[in-house]
């Protein structure tokens, strides 16, 4: 992969301030006086491309009269104008104790007075809207510090509330994926429009700390809260196999589904007079002109303006910006089997009232897998082929784990070496790696992470409606209203059959009343004018309380697990009438008495994942009950403390955009684990890392996720046939070559071991580092890795001119180490190994998918050719 953006410093504060006490405020930071490894170093951290870098440039050229950036080696761009601050340790003056700082301290004084770094002052810019709730913040050039905060806040002032503030102005910093044009007088902006029901649910207030009560609440939907429609004519070039592209500009954040706007308004016979005459604001003077319709919830901009939605003040937002705007993502199917499956998550195997034959039951696809790639050669072939694809696509939402510790290249020498020659299977460093293949696969088991049949979609609110409100047969005002197209219980997805049941979970997913059991609707024409793919999910709000149920869903590329598993969905249904959808009862309000600085301390203080591992634990303990013999009715005081988890989950979600300071939520989570003061359930040895004595103690409990735990735990294919066989060296399945004994070939077989070995010994330092890294660094130690055996692969091409040395090399190897293989990365691309190499006298066949296959792996069917 290639950097997007720019390398940017990135230094810890304490660093910064123990420097400007040595050094002095003027002198500040000391960079490397040399431009050399540990000078690069520094910069592990990206910019990424964003309307804020696209400004960024062109002004800092216009200012500063010089190039934006310098190179290294590698030409990796690199840039001083943005350095990211980290807030992760105390300052502490070894020689005067009273002399200390601490991370509020730290943020309060770099926040007011900035630092200088190589004679440059830099200044508070943005925090990063990807480290919001890391509490990381950028700085930038003083001198670039006016215009681009002209630039970026469209004349708006700071209010009260710095949370939405801090947040909005963020989002142009967002990284982008690429550019779309959108004509400012393309846009018509319609109402927000809102459903209001009563519903009985588990309502959590606060009231002299957080308290749950089952009652009749109204609940409040905003049915289109952060979406768009899109015309189809704008879907083209890059985008033109996409279904949503998730929009960004200044103080404008919304997720556009592609529509057939322009065929609605012909055979609706709807005019621009019609449109103006039911309120609603565009600057176009044809309807043929309107290529998007948006909402005021998308445009942030409002939110600080008196007035809020009028034409006056959409039109100064208009001034402010152009039609370039920002695409963050678009849709895309899963990575597993082509899209056609989803994997799962603990917490949500564990609101399911499996018992433990359903969670055998469960996993028995995930085993016979397992098996089949243990011992069919072929299949491990195909499973290889498909990790290393899935671990190459490099996205927003993509998973390091598997790259972590070098399975990507690992998989990419064993899966070469295996393509060529059948008798691989029968080397120590074939078995010895599927060994650890199975055991990878089933530690992500005991993690929860099941594969099932389905997606993860993107959640598209009441779209007929926004339609049906263009020409007048769906009543914005009215709050009462019923829905058109989706009634209660109902979604339309095109991945799944007309009629099918699903159950439905979106993450953070805390407990049972999170879950969500519908049907498939995809019956009417109104259908037609939306081409939504196969994972995006079309949803209603109007009447139904999912928008609570799915823990604070919006529409702005929030996104869903969806599964037509038949055990999941008869276990969910059968439960979903115990347990009531929890709600948040509390009004988030505006940090009046609090500085930027301690917002964004108290922003960085994250408490989500314990939140979410209490919640996990009350949920096994409130299902042990149950399996005990506890009727319902009785354990629904545990389920309520489970239902202020999920509240609370949200508030820790929300707040870097939204205040809610009369909630102490480390003082809740305190006061909930106390209550619950009991063992840790056995599965958490494999998810969670704690310094609490009480979580180090695991006890069973009978739990959906006991049961998975238990049962993965008890796989065992040792046979003691492995350590019986008779293993051939890789040097086996070369040509032997004709013998040269010269000083030279000797040479540059030592000369090649040495490059190799100490390549091995900067990739494994660069694997840790990337196992340590946060999400922001990663990249940079992935390229850098990249990089790295690029740099490696070309020396030893260098030195490897000759067969022999080649097979020296090899041999020399398999005197110690024949399960090394390292050693094979960097000869792989050389046609001399690939020459040498003989070829299989065993046809080896290809797994393929196929409907009519004879082979069964997860419902899927699958046949070998050859």
């Keep these: 992969m290639s950097i997007n953006g720019y390398r940017i410093l990135s230094l810890e504060a304490n660093a910064i301030y123990e420097q400007k006490q040595s050094n002095g405020v003027d002198i500040g930071y000391k960079m490397p006086e040399k431009k050399n490894y540990a000078y690069f170093c520094l910069f592990n951290n990206v910019l990424d491309y964003s309307l804020d870098l696209i400004e960024l440039e ?3 050229e216009k200012k500063c009269r010089k190039r934006f950036y310098f190179e290294d080696e590698y030409k990796n761009k690199y840039t001083l104008a943005v350095i990211n601050l980290k807030f992760t340790y105390n300052y502490k003056n070894k020689n005067d104790k009273k002399e200390t700082k601490n991370l509020k301290k730290l943020r309060e004084y770099f926040y007011e007075q900035g630092f200088h770094l190589g004679g440059v002052h830099y200044v508070r810019y943005k925090r990063s809207s990807g480290s919001s709730r890391q509490g990381k913040c950028l700085f930038i050039n003083e001198k670039l510090f006016k215009h681009m905060s002209e630039w970026g806040e469209c004349g708006l002032k700071p209010t009260e509330d710095l949370a ?13 994926k690429g550019v779309i044009n959108i004509p400012l007088k393309g846009i018509l902006f319609i ?9 009985e649910v588990v309502c959590v207030e606060e009231k002299d700390g957080l308290q749950a009560s089952v009652k009749e609440t109204l609940i409040t939907n905003d049915i289109w809260d952060g979406e768009s429609l899109l015309d189809e004519s704008l879907f083209t070039g890059d985008y033109a196999t996409k279904h949503m592209l998730l929009l960004r500009n200044k103080f404008f954040k919304s997720c556009g589904f592609k529509t057939g706007l322009q065929k609605w308004f012909r055979d609706k016979g709807i005019s621009l007079e019609d449109l103006k005459k039911r309120g609603f604001i565009t600057f176009a003077t044809d309807i043929n002109q309107i290529v998007m319709v948006t909402t005021p919830n998308s445009m942030k901009f409002l939110k600080f303006m008196q007035g809020g939605f009028t034409e006056n003040n959409v039109r100064k937002w208009a001034d402010k910006v152009d039609c370039t ?11 597993f089997f082509g899209g056609k499956m989803v994997q799962s998550s603990y917490q949500f195997i564990n609101t399911l009232g499996l018992t433990e034959a359903q969670a055998e039951e469960l996993l028995k696809p995930s085993k016979d897998y397992l098996t089949t790639i243990r011992n069919d050669y072929d299949f491990m072939r195909y499973h290889f082929s498909d990790v290393s694809k899935r671990e190459k696509i490099k996205d927003d939402e993509a998973e390091y784990e598997e790259i972590s510790d070098g399975l990507a290249e690992r998989s990419e020498v064993i899966f070469t070496l295996m393509k060529i020659n059948h008798g691989f299977k029968d080397t120590l460093i074939y078995n010895n790696f599927r060994n650890k293949v199975i055991e990878s696969q089933k530690n992500k088991l005991k993690q929860g992470h099941i594969l099932l049949p389905g997606t993860n979609a993107t959640l598209f609110g009441n779209g007929p409606e926004m339609l049906m409100a263009l020409s007048g047969e769906f009543d914005i005002n009215n709050t009462k209203h019923t829905a058109k197209v989706l009634d209660i219980g109902e979604i339309a997805c095109k991945k799944f059959g007309h009629g099918e049941k699903l159950v439905c979970a979106r993450s953070p997913h805390i407990t049972m009343g999170n879950l969500y059991c519908v049907t498939n609707n995809l019956s009417g024409d109104i259908w037609n004018y939306f081409d939504l793919g196969e994972n995006i999910v079309c949803v209603n709000a109007i009447g139904e309380n999912i928008q609570q149920r799915l823990n604070g869903c919006d529409y702005d590329s929030d996104a869903m697990l969806i599964t037509n598993d038949k055990l999941i969905v008869k276990t969910a249904f059968k439960q979903k009438d115990l347990f009531k959808v929890p709600v948040c009862g509390i009004k988030s309000g505006k940090s009046k008495k609090k500085t930027l600085a301690e917002l964004e301390h108290s922003t960085s203080e994250n408490k989500i994942g314990n939140i979410v591992n209490l919640s996990q634990k009350l949920n096994s303990i409130l299902w042990d009950k149950l399996n005990s013999g506890e009727y319902p009715e009785n354990v629904q005081n545990i389920y309520k403390d489970v239902c202020k988890l999920a509240v609370l989950s949200g508030i820790e979600i929300d707040k870097a955009k939204r205040a809610y300071d009369s909630v102490r939520v480390s003082k ?4 909930i684990a106390k209550k619950y003061n009991a063992d840790a359930p056995e599965f958490f040895q494999e998810i969670v890392v704690s310094d609490s004595k009480r979580e180090k103690k695991h006890t069973f409990y009978d739990a959906p996720m006991e049961y998975v735990y238990k049962s993965v735990k008890g796989i065992d294919y040792r046979t003691g046939k492995d350590k019986q066989k008779t293993y051939i060296a890789i040097s086996d399945m070369l040509k032997e070559p004709e013998t040269k004994s010269t000083s030279t070939v000797y040479d540059k077989k030592r000369k090649i071991i040495n490059a190799c070995e100490e390549y091995e010994q900067k990739l494994k330092l660069l694997y840790q580092d990337l196992r340590l890294a946060d999400e922001d660094e990663k990249d940079i130690i992935y390229e850098k890795i990249r990089q790295t055996k690029d740099k490696r692969n070309k020396q030893v091409k260098e030195l490897l001119s000759e067969e022999y040395v080649l097979y020296l090399v090899i041999k020399d190897y398999e005197k110690e180490e024949r399960e090394n ?7 792989l691309e050389n046609e001399l190994f690939k020459k040498m190499l003989k070829a299989s006298k065993e046809k080896m066949p290809q797994v393929i998918q196929k409907d009519d296959g004879e082979y069964d792996l997860y419902g899927l069917k699958f046949t070998k050719i050859n």
């Design 191 to 199: 109402p927000d429009c809102k459903s209001e029901f009563l519903e």
């Design 325 to 335: 705007f920002g695409v963050v993502k678009y849709d895309k199917c899963t990575k």
């Design 821 to 827: 293989w390292h050693i094979y990365a960097p000869l």
């Design 164 to 176: 939405s503030w801090e947040a909005y102005k963020s989002l142009s910093l967002s990284s982008l």
């Design 58 to 60: 062109k002004y800092y």
């Design 668 to 671: 809740e989570i305190d006061i």
